[in-house]
């Protein structure tokens, strides 16, 4: 049985830091394409980033590049999201996810997911 557990979101102060976790089993990361979605109150889920062992290829939207940063520790089977001068525009739950069989031009339309994890609260006060 796959699981998805998600770790690390609280409350953080605008321009803090947090560092959310992603802890699989049931599956190999190496195999899987591994992102973290988010959703706010009344808004559509939207695609954060991924990482893909597979392809060594990493993806971030426009609105965490610069920062935000993901990582796998494949020892640990477990993927992170370091979450840098966070925003009050950044308070959401945040999901990860898992995908197998995405190809890499794929992966950054963040339109997959066959595993999903139970959601982690980041809320960000101003």
């Known amino acids: 049985e796959v699981q998805l557990v998600e770790s690390g979101g609280g409350l953080v102060q605008a321009g803090g830091s947090l560092r959310l976790s992603c802890v699989a089993s049931g599956l190999a990361l190496d195999d899987y394409i591994i992102g973290w979605f988010r959703q706010a109150p009344g808004k559509e889920r939207d695609g954060v980033s991924c990482i893909s062992t597979e392809y060594d290829s990493t993806w971030y939207a426009d609105s965490a590049k610069g920062r935000f940063t993901i990582s796998s520790d494949n020892a640990k089977n477990t993927v992170y999201l370091q979450m840098n001068n966070l925003k009050p525009e950044d308070t959401a739950v945040y999901y990860c996810?898992?995908?197998?069989?995405?190809?890499?031009?794929?992966?950054?339309?963040?339109?997959?997911?066959?595993?999903w994890g139970q959601g982690t609260q980041v809320t960000v006060s101003s």
């Open positions: 996810a898992a995908a197998w069989d995405v190809t890499e031009q794929a992966m950054g339309t963040m339109k997959w997911g066959d595993y």
